[in-house]
């Protein structure tokens, strides 16, 4: 088992993913970024984990992104989110199944139009 094995077995029992301050020493959040364990970061990210203000967690915006959203998708490992709704960024989810063979040129029609026009004068 690795690190995010072993995280995840005891959230899965019960463990807390939050303390009353993640900026503290103490935290699950602050032992993982102390540690240097991007995994483990972003397993409590999804999992429920409130990050303090600029707290400095080893990841990309992006990868913080992505945790954040599969937090919010799945609804942490629980099935209830331990935010509210106005804690969470809104995501706009894409079933890329039913856009296959999409014209998707329809959306930048004006655009094209202009260039066109352009092309002409």
């Given at each position: 088992?690795?690190?995010?094995?072993i995280?995840r077995e005891?959230v899965?029992r019960?463990a807390?993913?939050?303390?009353?301050?993640n900026?503290?020493i103490?935290?699950?959040?602050s032992?993982?970024?102390?540690?240097?364990?991007t995994?483990?970061?972003?397993?409590l990210?999804?999992?429920g984990?409130?990050?303090p203000?600029?707290?400095?967690?080893?990841?990309?915006?992006q990868?913080m992104?992505?945790?954040?959203?599969?937090?919010?998708?799945?609804e942490?490992?629980t099935g209830?989110p331990?935010?509210?709704?106005?804690?969470?960024?809104v995501?706009?989810e894409?079933?890329m199944?039913?856009?296959?063979g999409t014209?998707t040129?329809?959306?930048?029609?004006?655009?094209?139009?202009?260039?066109?026009?352009?092309?002409?004068?």
């Amino acid at each position: 088992m690795g690190h995010v094995d072993i995280v995840r077995e005891l959230v899965g029992r019960g463990a807390k993913v939050n303390t009353a301050d993640n900026a503290q020493i103490t935290s699950p959040l602050s032992m993982a970024v102390r540690g240097r364990r991007t995994e483990v970061i972003k397993a409590l990210i999804e999992m429920g984990a409130k990050v303090p203000t600029g707290m400095a967690t080893g990841l990309t915006d992006q990868e913080m992104l992505i945790a954040r959203w599969r937090g919010r998708h799945y609804e942490a490992s629980t099935g209830k989110p331990e935010q509210t709704d106005d804690e969470h960024p809104v995501f706009e989810e894409i079933e890329m199944v039913r856009c296959y063979g999409t014209d998707t040129s329809v959306l930048d029609a004006d655009l094209i139009r202009a260039a066109r026009d352009m092309d002409k004068k």
